[in-house]
Structures are given as structure tokens and as C-alpha cells.
């Protein structure tokens, strides 16, 4: 199997085969598009990739699979896509909007947004667990906090969607005439995304407010502030990582308690595993399959040796489900211990996930309130996945809701 085809993906993260490279290829040569690069599958072999920054560069081929120019490098880079020390600048100008103190003045929002969305779904009872909750819980978050209008909610959502899958959307669609291999995920929603935060920043700056965009206005390190292009950058990876990985954190989860009824069941009867729980949703939906490094020179690595200027892919879908680290890492099981952490945020190194406090709050939030209402899910037809090899999504997921409470 192609592990880079968005096929391999169709019904989910093709366990079997991730499991057959840990036991016999765990660092394995394999091709996209007809260049090698090397898949790293193992949970201690991805800790040692994202903790070595100095061997495993962000910014030497950026983190996409496919291989960019320099130009399309330079047009496209993010935060993501950058080493010490320009890294180090851009996460102090990102982290004030992340702080815990920050983080916990978003979770009255969150409470109220979650809280609409599930009493409307137990009211309607079947509808589609993507639409009526997973997708809009986190994106209505991240545009609160913005300070995106609420109006604005199904556009972001929209753009977000065509990050991910733009067939069919026109090159110079939302007024776009850049090149779209100068675009990030070659797509024209990240000029519509760019320009919103671009105007977005203007009034800011004119009239600030209690929001992020404003934080990130107003962040300073060494006393100089975001630049118009890592403004736009920031605001794109924002937009997109607070919305797509946690409402497809938000559909596994879900899904693995729909095929996993006992667990569920034992949420319910016992609140205070709410943070386990958590941490194994995200665990088990691995939101991001994978992330790209290349090596700055000749290392080893699980006794395979790399040389230098070679790309370097690490799959946080094997890595999560490494017998070596989880017991039985295939059962969902909400009493999992914490440690080993789960990896999708990147593990504990310089790339962890500035946003990482925010979702796991809002599927905390999400599953104190399940809980307070008793809320079930029933399936009630095919689930329809992402045509992706880079987000575990789910598109459609039909389904019957109702609440006890």
C-alpha cells in the first residue's frame, strides 16, 4: 500500500500495514511522486526526529510531503515551516494568545457554544455529527476568540475545507491571481484566508480589542512585532489548525465511542477519567497523519543511516499505536494511562503545538457537557472520510442524537 495516497485513507488509518513496517522497516525508503524519502513509524524513532532539530530541519524542505521550490518556499513558509532561531521569534509572538491564563478565558465561550450545539442536536435528533457539531464547535471557538464576526463562521469553515480539498474550486476564485503553487495546500482559499487576516489586522490596529488578532497585534519580541507576511501566515495556520484538527479529533472521538459503547457508558459513570479521556481521542483520532523534517547531515536513526539533505516523513498515526509504548493500542479505552503521551501535538519538542491547551479544553468542554446531559449517538449510516493523507477527517457521519438529561 501507498501510504502517501489519500486512498489508503478511505476507511481509515490502515493499522495493519503501519504495524507490519514497525515490526520489520520501522525507518522505511518509499516513494511520492518518485522521489525516496524515509517513513519513520515507530512512537521512539518520532520522539528522536522532533526533539533533534538541529538534524531534522523544519525550514530545509519545509514540512510538506511534496518537494517545493525556493520560491514556493519562500511564499508559503509558516511558523510550521521554520528552525531556531526564527522559530524561537515567531512562537514568543504566537504564545501570548496560548497562555493558560489566555486558554481558560476562552472556556466561558466555549461552554455557551457547546452547550447550543448539543441541545439543538438532541432536539433534532438525526442529522449529521459533522455539521451540527464537530465542525462547528471548534471553527465558532477560534472565530470568537479571533474576533472573526460570527457571520463570517461558515465562510472560514468553507475555506478551511478547500485547504484540504479544493477540486473543482477555480484558480481565481475569492479574487485570487497568485500562482497556485505559491499558495499554501496550492489552494485558493489560503488568498481568501490571507486577505481576511490582512484587513482584519488594518482594523486592529485602528481600533484594538479584547481578542486574539489584537494579542497578536500587539505582540512584541525584542521589541518588533509580527511582519505583514507572518501576520497572514499566523493567522492562516490559526484558522485552519484550530479548526481542522480538532473537529477531526472531535468525529473520531465520537466514532470510537459509537463503536466502543462500554466506553462511554463508563465516562458517564465515572467523570473523573474526563482528562484520560481526552488525551486517548486524541490519541486514537491522530488528527494529523504525518509531518515532513529533512537532515541537515549524515545521521542514523533505528539503525538506518540517512544522509544528509534527505527527507525524513514521521507518521504520528503509526507512532500513536506502537505496541512497544501502548497496551493493546488499538482499544479504545478512555482509562489508558496519560504516560506515554500521545504524539499528535508533536511531542515535547521546540514544534509542540502552541494550540494544543485550546483543544484539548474545548473537547473537555465537550465531553463535561455529553456528560451532564447524557448524551447518545447512534449510527445511522456509512460515514464518509476525507479525501486526505495528511488529516484523519471525516466528512459526513450520520447519526441519531438524543439526551437523557
Same mark, same amino acid.
Given at each position: 500500500?501507498?501510504?502517501?495516497? !489519500?486512498?489508503?485513507?478511505?476507511?481509515?488509518?490502515?493499522?495493519?500495514?503501519?504495524?507490519?513496517?514497525?515490526?520489520?522497516?520501522?525507518?522505511?525508503?518509499?516513494?511520492?511522486?518518485?522521489?525516496?524519502?524515509?517513513?519513520?513509524?515507530?512512537?521512539?524513532?518520532?520522539?528522536?526526529?522532533?526533539?533533534?532539530?538541529?538534524?531534522?530541519?523544519?525550514?530545509?524542505?519545509?514540512?510538506?510531503?511534496?518537494?517545493?521550490?525556493?520560491?514556493?518556499?519562500?511564499?508559503?513558509?509558516?511558523?510550521?515551516?521554520?528552525?531556531?532561531?526564527?522559530?524561537? &521569534?515567531?512562537?514568543?509572538?504566537?504564545?501570548?494568545?496560548?497562555?493558560?491564563?489566555?486558554?481558560?478565558?476562552?472556556?466561558?465561550?466555549?461552554?455557551?457554544?457547546?452547550?447550543?450545539?448539543?441541545?439543538?442536536?438532541?432536539?433534532?435528533?438525526?442529522?449529521?455529527?459533522?455539521?451540527?457539531?464537530?465542525?462547528?464547535?471548534?471553527?465558532?471557538?477560534?472565530?470568537?476568540?479571533?474576533?472573526?464576526?460570527?457571520?463570517?463562521?461558515?465562510?472560514?469553515?468553507?475555506?478551511?475545507?478547500?485547504?484540504?480539498?479544493?477540486?473543482?474550486? !477555480?484558480?481565481?476564485?475569492?479574487?485570487?491571481?497568485?500562482?497556485?503553487?505559491?499558495?499554501?495546500?496550492?489552494?485558493?482559499?489560503?488568498?481568501?484566508?490571507?486577505?481576511?487576516?490582512?484587513?482584519?489586522?488594518?482594523?486592529?490596529?485602528?481600533?484594538?480589542?479584547?481578542?486574539?488578532?489584537?494579542?497578536?497585534?500587539?505582540?512584541?519580541?525584542?521589541?518588533?512585532?509580527?511582519?505583514?507576511?507572518?501576520?497572514?501566515?499566523?493567522?492562516?495556520?490559526?484558522?485552519?489548525?484550530?479548526?481542522?484538527?480538532?473537529?477531526?479529533?472531535?468525529?473520531?472521538?465520537?466514532?470510537?465511542?459509537?463503536?466502543?459503547?462500554?466506553?462511554?457508558?463508563?465516562?458517564?459513570?465515572?467523570?473523573?477519567?474526563?482528562?484520560?479521556?481526552?488525551?486517548?481521542?486524541?490519541?486514537?483520532?491522530?488528527?494529523?497523519?504525518?509531518? &515532513?523534517?529533512?537532515?541537515?547531515?549524515?545521521?542514523?536513526?533505528?539503525?538506518?543511516? *540517512?544522509?544528509?539533505?534527505?527527507?525524513?516523513?514521521?507518521?504520528?498515526?503509526?507512532?500513536?499505536?506502537?505496541?512497544?509504548?501502548?497496551?493493546?493500542?488499538?482499544?479504545?479505552? *478512555?482509562? &489508558?494511562?496519560?504516560?506515554?503521551?500521545?504524539?499528535?501535538?508533536?511531542?515535547?519538542?521546540?514544534?509542540?503545538?502552541?494550540?494544543?491547551?485550546?483543544?484539548?479544553?474545548?473537547?473537555?468542554?465537550?465531553?463535561?457537557?455529553?456528560?451532564?446531559?447524557?448524551?447518545?449517538?447512534?449510527?445511522?449510516?456509512?460515514?464518509? &472520510?476525507?479525501?486526505?493523507?495528511?488529516?484523519?477527517?471525516?466528512?459526513?457521519?450520520?447519526?441519531?442524537?438524543?439526551?437523557?438529561?
Amino acid at each position: 500500500m501507498d501510504i502517501t495516497d !489519500p486512498a489508503a485513507y478511505s476507511s481509515g488509518i490502515p493499522h495493519e500495514v503501519f504495524a507490519q513496517m514497525r515490526r520489520e522497516e520501522p525507518v522505511a525508503q518509499r516513494l511520492y511522486e518518485g522521489r525516496p524519502f524515509w517513513a519513520v513509524t515507530r512512537y521512539s524513532d518520532l520522539v528522536t526526529v522532533t526533539r533533534d532539530v538541529d538534524t531534522y530541519s523544519s525550514a530545509l524542505g519545509m514540512t510538506n510531503l511534496p518537494d517545493l521550490t525556493e520560491d514556493q518556499m519562500t511564499a508559503r513558509r509558516s511558523i510550521i515551516d521554520t528552525d531556531r532561531p526564527e522559530h524561537i &521569534r515567531l512562537r514568543r509572538l504566537g504564545m501570548p494568545a496560548f497562555t493558560s491564563h489566555k486558554v481558560k478565558g476562552y472556556e466561558d465561550v466555549t461552554r455557551d457554544i457547546t452547550t447550543h450545539l448539543l441541545e439543538e442536536a438532541a432536539e433534532r435528533g438525526e442529522l449529521d455529527i459533522v455539521t451540527s457539531i464537530s465542525a462547528p464547535l471548534p471553527i465558532r471557538v477560534i472565530v470568537n476568540i479571533l474576533g472573526v464576526p460570527e457571520e463570517d463562521a461558515d465562510m472560514l469553515v468553507q475555506w478551511s475545507d478547500e485547504l484540504i480539498d479544493s477540486s473543482g474550486v !477555480p484558480a481565481d476564485a475569492y479574487g485570487n491571481t497568485t500562482p497556485l503553487e505559491l499558495l499554501p495546500f496550492s489552494a485558493p482559499a489560503s488568498h481568501a484566508l490571507f486577505e481576511y487576516g490582512r484587513k482584519m489586522r488594518e482594523e486592529r490596529e485602528r481600533s484594538p480589542k479584547n481578542d486574539l488578532v489584537t494579542t497578536l497585534v500587539e505582540a512584541r519580541f525584542e521589541g518588533e512585532a509580527l511582519s505583514d507576511y507572518d501576520f497572514k501566515n499566523m493567522f492562516h495556520v490559526l484558522v485552519f489548525a484550530g479548526n481542522e484538527t480538532t473537529r477531526t479529533a472531535i468525529s473520531n472521538g465520537i466514532k470510537a465511542f459509537v463503536d466502543n459503547p462500554d466506553q462511554l457508558d463508563l465516562l458517564y459513570a465515572r467523570p473523573e477519567l474526563v482528562d484520560q479521556a481526552v488525551e486517548e481521542i486524541i490519541r486514537y483520532a491522530s488528527p494529523v497523519l504525518h509531518m &515532513r523534517r529533512s537532515t541537515t547531515r549524515d545521521t542514523e536513526l533505528g539503525g538506518v543511516k *540517512i544522509a544528509a539533505h534527505d527527507k525524513v516523513v514521521i507518521f504520528y498515526c503509526s507512532a500513536n499505536f506502537d505496541e512497544e509504548e501502548f497496551t493493546d493500542p488499538l482499544r479504545f479505552d *478512555i482509562t &489508558r494511562p496519560i504516560k506515554p503521551p500521545q504524539v499528535s501535538f508533536g511531542a515535547k519538542g521546540p514544534h509542540h503545538c502552541l494550540g494544543a491547551p485550546l483543544a484539548r479544553m474545548e473537547i473537555r468542554v465537550l465531553l463535561e457537557e455529553m456528560i451532564k446531559r447524557q448524551i447518545r449517538f447512534e449510527q445511522t449510516g456509512p460515514i464518509t &472520510r476525507t479525501n486526505s493523507s495528511f488529516v484523519n477527517g471525516i466528512a459526513a457521519f450520520p447519526a441519531l442524537v438524543t439526551a437523557s438529561r
